[in-house]
Nanobody, 128 residues
Framework: QVQLVESGGGLAQAGGSLRLSCAASGRTFGYGMGWFRQAPGKEREFVAAIAWSAVSTDYATTDYADSVKGRFTISGDNAKNAVYLQMNSLKPEDTAVYYC?????????????????WGQGTQVTVSS
């Protein structure tokens, strides 16, 4: 059983930055983790994913949705069992509830069905 708790959401102006954190309890090392978001009236969508190498914790593979590529950065700290999402150059269309999730499988995944455990979400609001 894994529990995920997101934090760091809030209100930002367009062009600003926010950093989301996801603290995991339970074993997540070696498994793919991701961030998704859901805006009102829309489906939950993939934002970013990260997966560490089974050989070295210093090497990770990342994947980003086209809409956030170059603006958002996913990273993690295995020692703290945490994943982060640095969001820069925020746009009003980034407004959504952001969810952290873990797959319990190696590798990065974009599909929601690959993720087994989800956090409760944190609200991000970007004003124009």
């Amino acid at each position: 059983q894994v529990q995920l708790v997101e934090s760091g959401g809030g209100l930002a102006q367009a062009g600003g930055s926010l950093r989301l954190s996801c603290a995991a309890s339970g074993r997540t090392f070696g498994y793919g983790m991701g961030w998704f978001r859901q805006a009102p009236g829309k489906e939950r969508e993939f934002v970013a994913a990260i997966a560490w190498s089974a050989v070295s914790t210093d090497y990770a593979t990342t994947d980003y949705a086209d809409s956030v590529k170059g603006r958002f950065t996913i990273s993690g700290d295995n020692a703290k069992n945490a994943v982060y999402l640095q969001m820069n150059s925020l746009k009003p269309e980034d407004t959504a509830v952001y969810y952290c999730a873990v797959t319990m499988m190696p590798g990065t995944y974009r599909g929601r069905s690959a993720y087994r455990y989800w956090g409760q979400g944190t609200q991000v609001t970007v004003s124009s």
